[in-house]
Structures are given as structure tokens and as C-alpha cells.
């Protein structure tokens, strides 16, 4: 039976006081290393909410790192792409990395993410096996390769430049929300669905040929379409 590992990662969240600051550090049944520290807001920082409003806006800051276990191992990089990741991120998230004209939104945060864990991975030498997923209203597995099939997986280090280049690809319009590269994909950015971003993870772990696999879920907020997320594999 295959292992698999979920990292779930929140840029924006809407949170009810008090919100919390803390570093934690955990090891995974295989020995995987995940580590997140939080560095705003501070610990104990209460939020005043406005008359009538049943939650406040809270920006979130810091960062969240997986290491790697010993074996082989699959990481599937899973993105949303809903209407709202076009927004600011509210700091430097390497400019423009889609080419979509709008810099440093929440979506180049998710990208830059992408891009600097795929880069520890190629370095780590313990993944052999990459995907990315998509997902807004419904959810797809990106086409790793440029060779003319649909290939959900890849190596991380394939290319030159195989994973960035699908990374960087993916945007959020109308009409196109999704990867344009090896394969264009729209997903329809309107709703907000993490059963279907799930289940497009399930498509890259169920092509995948090792026993652990790791999912880092990015999100930018709250599910609002969709069943109840589920994950067996």
C-alpha cells in the first residue's frame, strides 16, 4: 500500500481571535522532516471583529519546509487556481513567474513555492518522481513532459527546466485557469473545490511507482464547492 503524506499550506486565512504564532517540527512515519514556523502574527495577538462580521482578514507569515526520508519517494505539488489567487500577496513573491501581468499575487507565491521545493528535491536525491495538480471548480493533473502524451509524472530534475516550465505556466483567467504547458488545462477559476484538487493529487499518486508520496496542497483560503475532501489510496 502506498504511504502518503499531505503538507497542507494556507497564504491567506480567515481566522477568529486569538491568532497564534508557533514553530513546530515534526517527523514523518519514514523519517520525513516537516518543519513550519510562523513568524506573524505574533503569539497572543488578538483581533478586534467588526460589528456583525463573523471573521477578519488575518496575513500570515512564514515558512514551511519538508525534507526527505530514506528511498525513493513522489512529491505532487497541488495549486489553486480559483479567481482570488490573482490578488496581492502582500509581499515579494518574485514578481511576475507566470507572465500573466499581474505581480507578486498569491499564485506567484504558490509558483515560487513550487519552484524552490521541486529545487530541494532534485538536490535531496531521495525523489525520483514529480507532479503538479490544479484545481478550481474541477481539478486535472498537469502534463509533466513534453512528449506528446499526457504523463502525470516526471523526474524533478527533467528537462531542462520540466517542472518550472509547468510551474510557471499556470495561471488563473478566465477561460484558462490551469497549466498551458506540456498540455493546456482549464479547471474554471469561479469556485474554490479541494475534492477535486484531492482527487487530481490521486491521478499523479496512482501513476506514481513508489510507496511514499507527498502532497503539498496549497491554498489561499476556504473550500467552497464540492464534497467532503477525501484522500485513499
Same mark, same amino acid.
Given at each position: 500500500?502506498?504511504?502518503?503524506?499531505?503538507?497542507?499550506?494556507?497564504?491567506?486565512?480567515?481566522?477568529?481571535?486569538?491568532?497564534?504564532?508557533?514553530?513546530?517540527?515534526?517527523?514523518?512515519?519514514?523519517?520525513?522532516?516537516?518543519?513550519?514556523?510562523?513568524?506573524?502574527?505574533?503569539?497572543?495577538?488578538?483581533?478586534?471583529?467588526?460589528?456583525?462580521?463573523? &471573521? !477578519?482578514?488575518?496575513?500570515? $507569515?512564514?515558512? =514551511?519546509?519538508? #525534507?526527505?526520508? /530514506?528511498?525513493?519517494?513522489?512529491? %505532487? @505539488?497541488?495549486?489553486?487556481?480559483?479567481?482570488?489567487?490573482?490578488?496581492?500577496?502582500?509581499?515579494?513573491?518574485?514578481?511576475?513567474?507566470?507572465?500573466?501581468?499581474?505581480?507578486?499575487?498569491?499564485?506567484?507565491?504558490?509558483?515560487? &513555492? !513550487?519552484?524552490?521545493?521541486? $529545487?530541494?528535491? =532534485?538536490?535531496? #536525491?531521495?525523489? /525520483?518522481?514529480?507532479?503538479?495538480? %490544479? @484545481?478550481?471548480?474541477?481539478?486535472?493533473?498537469?502534463?509533466?513532459?513534453?512528449?506528446?502524451?499526457?504523463?502525470?509524472?516526471?523526474?524533478?530534475?527533467?528537462?531542462?527546466?520540466?517542472?518550472?516550465?509547468?510551474?510557471?505556466?499556470?495561471?488563473?483567467?478566465?477561460?484558462?485557469?490551469?497549466?498551458?504547458?506540456?498540455?493546456?488545462? /482549464?479547471?474554471?477559476?469561479?469556485?474554490?473545490?479541494?475534492?477535486?484538487?484531492?482527487?487530481?493529487?490521486?491521478?499523479?499518486?496512482?501513476?506514481?511507482?513508489?510507496?511514499?508520496?507527498?502532497?503539498?496542497?496549497?491554498?489561499?483560503?476556504?473550500?467552497?464547492?464540492?464534497?467532503?475532501?477525501?484522500?485513499?489510496?
Amino acid at each position: 500500500m502506498k504511504r502518503l503524506t499531505t503538507l497542507t499550506v494556507l497564504f491567506l486565512v480567515v481566522a477568529a481571535l486569538p491568532a497564534l504564532a508557533s514553530s513546530s517540527m515534526a517527523l514523518l512515519p519514514d523519517g520525513t522532516p516537516i518543519d513550519v514556523t510562523l513568524d506573524a502574527p505574533l503569539n497572543g495577538t488578538e483581533y478586534v471583529l467588526p460589528s456583525g462580521s463573523t &471573521g !477578519v482578514d488575518v496575513v500570515v $507569515e512564514g515558512t =514551511a519546509s519538508v #525534507g526527505f526520508g /530514506d528511498g525513493d519517494a513522489t512529491v %505532487v @505539488y497541488v495549486l489553486d487556481v480559483s479567481g482570488s489567487v490573482n490578488s496581492a500577496a502582500l509581499g515579494n513573491c518574485g514578481g511576475d513567474l507566470n507572465g500573466d501581468s499581474i505581480l507578486d499575487s498569491i499564485l506567484d507565491c504558490q509558483i515560487a &513555492g !513550487v519552484l524552490a521545493l521541486n $529545487e530541494a528535491a =532534485a538536490i535531496s #536525491g531521495s525523489v /525520483d518522481e514529480v507532479g503538479v495538480a %490544479v @484545481y478550481g471548480r474541477f481539478g486535472v493533473a498537469a502534463d509533466m513532459t513534453p512528449a506528446g502524451a499526457d504523463d502525470p509524472t516526471t523526474t524533478p530534475d527533467a528537462g531542462p527546466g520540466d517542472v518550472a516550465t509547468v510551474a510557471r505556466s499556470v495561471v488563473a483567467a478566465v477561460g484558462q485557469a490551469g497549466p498551458t504547458q506540456f498540455t493546456p488545462k /482549464d479547471v474554471n477559476r469561479d469556485r474554490t473545490n479541494f475534492a477535486a484538487g484531492l482527487a487530481a493529487a490521486k491521478t499523479v499518486v496512482d501513476a506514481s511507482s513508489n510507496d511514499t508520496n507527498i502532497v503539498v496542497f496549497l491554498s489561499d483560503g476556504q473550500s467552497n464547492f464540492g464534497g467532503l475532501a477525501t484522500f485513499t489510496s
